[in-house]
């Protein structure tokens, strides 16, 4: 056969394209456990508005978090619940509003993660919020529960192969009152603010090891109140702000 015909007709014979194999990339989200150790400087303060009228600085070493992280829809939606809580202490010189007591944070939250670039993944999630407070000491401190809403962010970037650096804020609003003392008179406003810089080491596979520093503010503001003048008429404004200066250490798997 002429080597033009040839060529002409392996030019002309059907060519079978490659056959495409879905490659499965997966999921940003950090699913799994994480249990953690929070010993935490409890700092307190308690007003009328125009002056401090208790305040108290005090070590707390029996504080913990528990997480749990899945996801939801094929690995698109992050589901979250997180429990936290522990000793909840503070000078108890002032019998009136002194706590030897404790309280408990939990959280349910649904949200996303992106990947914005290798080893840059963003994190947001909102969901509900509730915290409850129980004083102990002879007269009490303070004992209410809060229900509301609450959002946050989390930038995660790896700074080396096994390290991961983040960063963590978030906000809520809690204007929902429960089991509250009848002292306190009405809220009128309740909120949250957190802050966490932190790094994780991963040591196997599936495991890592986060060290960090957490800060978190609660804030309540009250009307009508007798909690500081319980002798007196239930006329006056309560002002309790709760700062958390925590360090965490935990450990996070994925089972």
């Known amino acids: 056969m002429h080597p033009l015909a040839l060529a002409l007709l392996i030019a002309a014979a059907p060519v079978e394209e490659p056959i495409e194999v879905p490659i499965n990339v997966p999921s940003p989200i950090p699913v799994g456990f994480l249990v953690a150790w929070k010993p935490t400087i ?34 698109k939606l992050l589901l979250r619940g997180e429990i936290e809580g522990g000793q909840f202490q503070s000078d108890t010189q002032n019998t009136n509003l002194g706590s030897d007591g404790y309280d408990v944070t939990v959280r349910l939250l649904g949200g996303t993660a992106t990947k914005i670039s290798p080893g840059f993944i963003v994190t947001a999630s909102a969901g509900l919020l509730t915290r409850y407070q129980r004083g102990r000491a002879v007269g009490g401190a303070p004992s209410i529960g809060l229900l509301g809403v609450t959002s946050n962010v989390e930038l995660e970037y790896r700074v080396a192969p096994l390290i991961t ?69 239930a006329d006056k404004a309560l002002l309790i702000e709760a700062r958390e200066h925590a360090l965490t250490f935990g450990v996070r798997w994925k089972p």
């Not at 125009?50 to 528990?66: V, Y």
């Open 165 to 233: 650096f983040s960063l963590f804020v978030e906000g809520g609003l809690t204007p929902i009152p429960y089991a509250a003392e009848s002292r306190l008179g009405l809220l009128s406003d309740a909120s949250e603010l957190r802050g966490r810089v932190q790094f994780s080491l991963d040591v196997a596979p599936n495991t890592a090891i986060d060290i960090g520093y957490d800060l978190t503010r609660w804030h309540l503001s009250f009307t009508e109140s007798s909690a500081l003048a319980p002798a007196g008429p």
């Open 42 to 75: 409890l700092s307190i303060n308690i007003s009328s508005g125009a002056a401090s009228t208790f305040g108290s600085d005090k070590f707390q070493p029996l504080r913990f978090l528990g997480r749990y992280t899945g996801t939801w829809f094929n690995e």
